[in-house]
């Protein structure tokens, strides 16, 4: 089996899932650092997969962190070992710790955000409409990052003061360029700023997540403090980088797709729709680590050997033919059924998905309500995304807003 190296600065996505998908529903992969691992490239054998219980989350199955071969600055140490927490357990501890997220993150519960999310929102747009007019503006700087760290953290109770520190701290965890001798520090100061969080919510407890988690292990629910601090953790760092990538690949999707962006704006097409190809065609999350078998595991024609790492390719089996079709490869936000699984599937599917959907489907709406005229200020070629072979996950995104309501300035 061709081993397939990912491109640790992420240069040509499309071209790499691409290759993933050539090598069959299972390719052996290395990822930056040297870290040799297999991929799952196909939608029928991930969803399979993801509820194979011969596949768990605990490291110590894996071969080669057993034989010491994973050192503690690898890059992409914290996404294959972040501590104990719902993403790293499987069975009854995993059903223990993820029913409080759960309960908090029902599409029920979720849409009594609504309201928070479109103030949001609002605010957002109207410090958008109040910058020097015709000049490009950084829309994932300005617009899409602010509001889904804003509403995670408001859900979580977590101050806003701390959001610069998360944002400095966070690139440095998803990318695969911080160098090794910083990554035991930045570990340790993520874990320290994760813990004062706690601590403060166990002196002052409000209507909030981590309020409730401190509340439950106090009550009999056993919850420990490690847990506690990684779960706030892991909902916070998926918690707004989907969503963020979400809201860029819309907008990007829109302006390089014209005919399909005007049937959008003239209600032709949901928005509800175009989220959803979204999320299939570019999806926000490119590559999920990782899971370990317990025993040798047949995928399609090959195996998956016990003991060895499997990440799941989303990037890869978003624009899988045999799924999808012959066109799988092109955006369409009218394509029906759209059953993809960028959320997840099984056990471990995404528990915020709701919310980011319900996010997207209000940012996005009231922005091109507000800039109708909205386009890139780059070529979309010029587009670049981040190192980080996680997420699909762009620099920036320049654009020209035009007036406001397509009115006169």
Known sequence: MTRIA?????????????????AGPLAEVELPGGVHVYAVTRHAEARALLTDSRLVKDIDVWNAWRRGEIPMDWPLIGLANPGRSMLTVDGADHRRLRTLVAQALTVKRVERLRAGIEALTNASLEKLAALPAGEPVDLKAEFAYPLPMNVISELMGVDAAD????????????STQTPPEEVPQMMADLGALFTKIVDAKRTNPGDDLTSALIAASENGDHLTDEEIVNTLQLIIAAGHETTISLIVNVVEALQTHPEQRKKVLNGEIGWDGVIEETLRWNTPTSHVLIRFATEDIEVGDKVLPKGEGLIISFGALGRDEEQYGPTAGEFDATRTPNRHIAFGHGPHVCPGAALSRLEAGIALPALYERFPELDLAVPASDLRNKPIVTQNDLHELPVKLGCPFGGDA
């Open 163 to 174: 959001h610069p520190r998360l944002k400095e701290l966070f690139e440095k965890f998803f």
């Open 6 to 22: 990912l491109d640790p600065f992420v240069r040509d996505l499309d071209g790499e899932s691409a290759a993933l998908r050539a």
